[in-house]
């Protein structure tokens, strides 16, 4: 298996996406390189269908490379097995979705919890799931809502326990799809203020799309794409 580079927490090494619907072929991405480092803050720009998405679901280990290499930690994501991918998704990534993607028969406690059940590692921290979703809930600030059922929480508030439950497995990554693209201005500019927070406060890599300005302003590094292709990278 083919080591990356030791300073990058996801690496594309000219990596190609290709989507086939009969005798017509797409590029969602097309011989793509880059690396993102620990702690980095980045932003995905683009027109719809740049390849933003694709992007980050080739990252996530969602899909996979139709050429080329993903390397997450330094390993080569394409080399795994479905279920040997879905650990080390679980462990090593964290997502936040545009639409929230909340279990809706779970409380807000037990959303968080969950990525703590998929695969248990008994000894990885010293406090309980509960503990740790408790403390998390309190770190986004809605400690006081853990027995309420997502349906029972503002759009803010639900998007607070999306990035809670991205933290609990304490991710080295996090990909954020449009973090801020279902709330109001003012609502928005919170959890794009609590992401910031987040990423200079754990040292999380943290990588979100957005087509907002006021979102890509804050950035330490903002990723350009077109038709698939990486037109710019600003630092």
Sequence with gaps: MSDGN?????EFRN??????????EVRGLNAVSASFGPGELTALVGPSGSGKSTMQHLGAGFDRASEGSVLLMGRDIGAYGERELSFLRNRHIGFIFQSFNL????SVLENVMYPAGVYRE????????RDRAMALLAKVGIADQGKKRPHQLSGGQRQRVAIAR?????PELIFADEPTANLDHEVGAGILDLLVGLNEEL??????????????SRARRVVSLKDGCLVGDKR
């Design 15 to 24: 990596v190609s996406k290709i989507y086939r619907s009969g005798d017509c």
């Design 122 to 129: 008994p000894h990885r921290f010293e406090e309980s799931p």
């Design 6 to 10: 030791a300073e990058s927490v996801l």
């Design 166 to 170: 991205a933290l609990m497995n304490a």
């Design 103 to 106: 279990i809706p028969v779970m």
């Design 203 to 216: 040292g999380t890599t943290i990588i979100f799309s957005t087509h907002d300005s006021a979102v890509m």
